[in-house]
């Protein structure tokens, strides 16, 4: 996972999107070229644009949420926007907009957020797009890429308040907002064989760290060999012993360890909510203290020992522990490597292992302003919308193919001890 600079590393700077057609034209020849050559995206399965147009064609906003699996992702739904023939806006962390990314990413419509900062910019913005009506406006509500194609991570509530406060601008027009979960997988073509690639990847891991690669051994086994060793040496830097049980409890306990010690030193108590929620509740204690003019250097090295703690507990809670096992395919077992390969061999963006297929499936649009009467008070409306959101998008991904199942010699020792 890419540990992207904070507030106190990175200034924020807001840039006002506004599309330029000669770029958004030239834009094709780029992302086919991207698309092909660095994420190996070579063909297209997508179901569901019937679900857009005719809610663009009475003014209504679209607020299209796909979940987050891939580096390949804004891309994909580039495509998705030429196959519309409509730009579509992206609401973005602000760390990318650096160098030419300052001019091009805003004249193709993505604009900065930043996410752990109090600047209502972008917020704006993206509500005064929605209620506009004219162009589609993307969020990843998930926040961050977590390589877990076929398992959702908790949503964060933000893409639904900046659909809910549009909804209310658009009431006294008569018109809505509608959220479409868009659901996001890749899978590896018929003619790509990737197992050489991801049987060279877990012995570059191995080599990495001084372990003799199991050539021999499952895939799968030494995929959970490696991950036990990795979470080991971390329970001794912060526990100072392994913890029993399996992967996801070990995970789960060292996560909620450090997340306890920093709550209680920075905000006096533990907070009972997800594991994204609570770091970046910490993650903004921390930012503001380091504003504070007369921080004393043992201060700042406090506050930073946090913050990177606090993105090793987001990694961390990235390693669902049982997502190979409970179906061993090459698509989970890629995206597991290439977590490892960023986690690890410390890789900027980790690099598909065999041509692919995109497949993107559009659910039906839920109604935001129906969502708000019917809540009573609109402030409530927006975690039962979340979690509505979050249990359609996840049916969308579980209808789409699971993907190439591993040999059966490559996962028969490990299916056995699971």
């Not at 806006?89 to 419509?109: C, D, E, S």
């Not at 040999?407 to 056995?416: F, T």
Request: with cysteine.
């Amino acid at each position: 996972m890419k540990n992207l600079p904070l507030g106190h590393e990175m200034p924020y700077q807001f840039f006002e999107p506004k599309l330029d057609p000669f770029l958004m034209w030239a834009g094709r020849f780029y992302l086919d070229s991207v698309l092909q050559k660095r994420y190996r995206v070579e063909e297209f399965h997508i179901e569901g644009l019937e679900h857009i147009a005719p809610l663009l064609s009475r003014g209504d906003g679209v607020l299209l949420t796909p979940n987050h699996p891939d580096h390949a992702d804004c891309y994909v739904m580039y495509e998705l926007s030429r196959r519309l023939r409509l730009p579509f806006y992206y609401m973005a962390a602000y760390q990318i907009f650096t160098g030419k990314n300052r001019w091009v990413l805003p004249r193709i419509g993505v604009f900065p957020v930043d996410r752990e900062g109090a600047d209502l910019r972008a917020f704006k913005t993206g509500v005064n797009l929605l209620a506009d009506g004219k162009n589609p406006l993307v969020i990843f509500p998930e926040g961050e890429i977590y390589h877990l194609a076929d398992r959702l991570t908790p949503l964060r509530e933000g893409a639904i308040a900046v659909a809910a406060s549009a909804a209310k601008k658009r009431r006294e027009a008569g018109k809505t907002v509608w959220v479409v979960p868009v659901a996001l997988k890749y899978r590896f073509l018929g003619h790509a064989d990737p197992l050489p690639a991801l049987e060279q990847s877990m012995a570059t891991l191995e080599t990495r760290f001084t372990w003799w690669p199991e050539h021999g051994q499952p895939l799968v086994d030494r995929i959970y060999r490696f991950a036990e060793g990795m979470l080991g040496l971390k329970e001794f830097e912060y526990i100072g012993t392994c913890q029993a049980g399996g992967l996801k409890e070990r995970i789960a306990g060292l996560t909620g360890t450090i997340l306890d010690r920093i709550e209680q030193r920075r905000a006096g108590k533990n907070r009972a909510d997800t594991v994204p929620v609570r770091v970046k509740e910490l993650r903004r204690i921390c930012l503001e203290k380091l504003a504070e003019p007369q921080l004393t250097p043992e201060e700042r090295r406090a506050l930073d020992r946090d913050l990177h703690d606090l993105f090793m507990v987001v990694q961390s809670f990235s390693y669902p522990g049982d997502y190979v096992r409970e179906c061993p395919t090459m698509e989970r077992v890629a995206e597991t490597l290439m977590k490892f390969e960023e986690d690890f061999l410390g890789a900027d963006e980790s690099l598909p292992h065999g041509a692919r297929r995109a497949c993107i499936r559009l659910g039906e649009p839920i109604d935001v302003s129906e969502r708000l009467a019917s809540a009573g008070k609109p402030r409530l409306a927006i975690p039962a919308l979340t979690a509505e959101l979050e249990e359609r998008l996840q049916a969308l991904l579980d209808d789409l193919p699971q993907g190439r199942p591993i040999p059966s010699e490559k996962v028969v020792a490990a299916m056995a001890t699971s």
